[in-house]
């Protein structure tokens, strides 16, 4: 049975006034509930239940029930989940304001939109476009079967609904959830992407999250365990080349350029006197999450790409895949990474950072200042010699 979600249509004059518009409106919804918006109350839908009639021996009866649980198959023999569905328009002038917890299918995705984001028509267009994206950048598919296990997403957000969507695996995942505000970030594993729904509302302006978040998915999706920072590493390199790619600015990345003076978050000095990779210690088993992860991993991985082609990737991932688990998950990812490179790689790293990275600022600042009026002013009060 599919429920229609009631959609609040909001069409706007023009492209140019849409992005100033939904700049305005996005800060406005992030802080509090909006009075001015009055929205019909819905009630949720009621959990499926069993039901067993008296008069029929229990195994037929247990049957029977489980058939009306079972889900319905549509003429093209396609399943059909007994959970509210949404059908998007495709219109990115549509402000779809969801009222209950449902979903949308793609063609190679589940949408799962939290009762109450705002959304636009279009998002699941932005969504395909990006996967497809970030397979061509780092020459990766989706399409491997997951190696892992499924993540107990559908109890953490939405009561443990759609129980029956997706339960093969074979799409990804993807969650716009309303930012819960305590603190805590958007996230990915290899089946699902957690996004919150600043992150797609307004596509012209901010999609590093979802670049950021996907590519964490298609490489864990096809991978065993590769640690945080060459994880991070490859998720924040992924984020700022599509960035370049699809000409949006690459806001999050000015913090990777930074924090070499801050030697609490990244101390480059290990790079040099510990050359053998110490660096990429896996922080998973007992680090925590922190940010110097991300420092080291973008410039390891813009290195590797540098140095060995973007087929690094798919070498990576594949001779992970032969992970034993009999060492240290440390030493794995260091054997991972050497197998797939060089027995040197990380002298050559330590060779390549201070050019390749000081190449990698000027590029990126050169990039930006389409995006940025104050790197343009500098550039024109500068008098030329
Ligand atoms: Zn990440």
Same mark, same amino acid.
């Given at each position: ?11 706007? +004059? ?14 406005? %919804?992030?802080?509090? +509930? #909006? ?8 009630? !949720? /839908? ?9 008069? %029929?021996?229990? /195994?037929?009866?247990?049957?029977? =029930?489980?058939? &009306?649980?079972?889900? !319905? ?27 209950? &917890? ?14 109450? *984001?705002?959304?636009?028509?279009? *998002? ?14 780092? !020459?990766?598919?989706?399409?491997? &079967? ?39 970030? $958007? ?5 699902? =992407? ?16 979802? @670049? ?24 924040? @390199? =992924? ?12 806001? &999050? ?40 992860? @991300? ?5 390891? *991985? ?23 688990? %009999?060492?240290?998950?440390? #030493?794995?990812?260091?054997? *991972? ?25 000027? $590029?990126? $600042?050169? @990039? ?18």
């Amino acid at each position: 049975m599919k429920k229609k979600i009631l959609c609040l249509l909001m069409v706007l +004059s023009t492209m140019a006034s849409l992005c100033a518009a939904c700049n305005r409106e996005k800060t406005s %919804e992030n802080t509090s +509930s #909006d009075p001015s918006i009055n929205l019909p109350v819905f009630e !949720q /839908p009621a959990p499926p239940k069993i039901v067993l009639s008296d008069d %029929e021996p229990e /195994p037929t009866r247990r049957k029977d =029930a489980l058939k &009306d649980l079972a889900p !319905q198959v549509d003429e093209n023999g396609m399943t059909i989940s007994q959970w509210p569905s949404i059908t998007l328009s495709g219109d990115p002038d549509e402000i779809i304001e969801i009222q209950e &917890d449902c979903f949308y299918e793609g063609e190679r995705f589940f949408i799962f939109f939290q009762n109450g *984001v705002k959304i636009r028509g279009d *998002v699941a267009e932005h969504l395909d476009r990006i996967m497809y994206g970030l397979e061509d950048l780092l !020459q990766l598919s989706y399409e491997r &079967d997951p190696v892992n296990s499924d993540i107990n997403w559908r109890y953490l957000y939405f009561d443990n609904a759609f129980t029956d969507v997706n339960r093969d695996l074979a799409k990804v995942n993807i969650l716009i959830i309303k930012n819960p505000g305590d603190g805590a970030i $958007e996230w990915a594993g290899e089946n699902v =992407a957690v996004l919150f729904e600043e992150d797609v509302f307004d596509p012209e302006h901010d999609l590093e999250t979802a @670049y950021h978040e996907l590519a964490h998915v298609l490489q864990l999706r096809q991978a065993s365990p590769f640690g945080r920072v060459l994880a991070e590493g490859i998720a924040a @390199y =992924a984020e700022y080349q599509m960035c370049i790619r699809e000409n949006r600015p690459a806001w &999050d990345t000015a913090g990777y350029l930074t924090d070499r003076r801050n030697p609490s978050i990244y101390d480059e000095s290990l790079i040099y006197t510990d050359p053998v990779g110490t660096f990429m210690h896996d922080t998973e088993i007992d680090g925590g999450h922190n940010d110097w992860e @991300y420092q080291y991993g973008i410039r390891f *991985v813009t290195f590797l790409v540098e140095t060995y082609g973007v087929e690094v990737f798919d070498k990576m991932c594949r001779i992970s895949l032969e992970f034993t688990y %009999e060492e240290a998950r440390t #030493d794995m990812i260091i054997r *991972v990474i050497k197998e797939a490179t060089s027995d040197d790689v990380f002298e050559q790293f330590a060779a390549w950072l201070p050019e390749g990275w000081e190449r990698f600022g000027e $590029e990126y $600042e050169e @990039y930006m200042k389409q995006f940025d009026p104050m790197l343009q002013m500098r550039d024109s009060t500068q008098v030329p010699a």
